[in-house]
């Protein structure tokens, strides 16, 4: 099979995506299973992010994940994305005064499409848990406000139903078994392993 598969983790900050990312990894490693994992965009963005993200910094997060995400996909079969681009939408709208149901900002508007159309390229999306007793991690410059954690993943719940996105579940007490099914998925999927 040559058709390509793409996976992408998504929801609020300090709940696990890149661990399970790496668990998926170690798995596809060990059965020599090429892919390739397009990492969270936040960390290089060279504008505001979290409870300063803008439009612009939205912008820039989503157009160089796309960018990224297709150059994956000309390396290898299988793409991991650590966050889909819908993710800098609940961020934005944690900080912004927008009107939801407004199309009257032309770089809201154009931002809005874009995500509408490119999130349907991700074949699966798993969706995150916040646990509130796992506290947020002090890496990676977080935000440590579990508060804030948490509208987020308030957010991230309304930003999967205002573009209609289908998701599987990922939390604490099921990711061993979500690595295995994906792992599997893969192999049964037969997604090309010998690309040149």
């Not at 912008?59 to 150059?71: F, Y």
């Not at 309304?158 to 998925?185: G, H, M, P």
């Not at 893969?186 to 997604?191: D, P």
């Amino acid at each position: 099979m040559s058709q390509s598969l793409k996976v992408a983790v998504s929801g609020s900050h300090s709940t696990d995506k890149s661990s399970f990312l790496r668990l998926v990894k170690q798995h596809l490693d060990t059965r020599n299973i090429q892919h390739t994992i397009v990492a969270d965009m936040a960390t290089r963005c060279p504008f505001p992010i979290l409870k300063q993200q803008t439009i612009e910094s939205s912008l820039w997060m989503i157009s160089t994940s796309v960018a990224e995400e297709i150059a994956a996909l000309n390396k290898t079969d299988i793409v991991l994305v650590d966050r889909p681009i819908i993710d800098t939408w609940a961020y934005l709208m944690a900080v912004t005064s927008y009107d939801l149901s407004s199309d009257s900002n032309a770089a809201l508007a154009t931002y809005e499409c874009i995500i509408q159309n490119w999130i349907r390229t991700y074949d699966i999306i798993y969706r995150t848990q916040i646990d509130e007793t796992i506290p947020v991690e002090d890496n990676k410059g977080r935000d440590l406000d579990a508060s804030y954690r948490s509208l987020i993943g308030s957010l991230m719940d309304s930003a999967y139903i205002k573009f209609e996105v289908s998701t599987r579940l990922l939390n604490a007490l099921n990711v061993q078994q979500e690595v295995d099914w994906l792992v599997n998925y893969i192999v049964k999927e037969g997604v090309d392993r010998d690309r040149p």
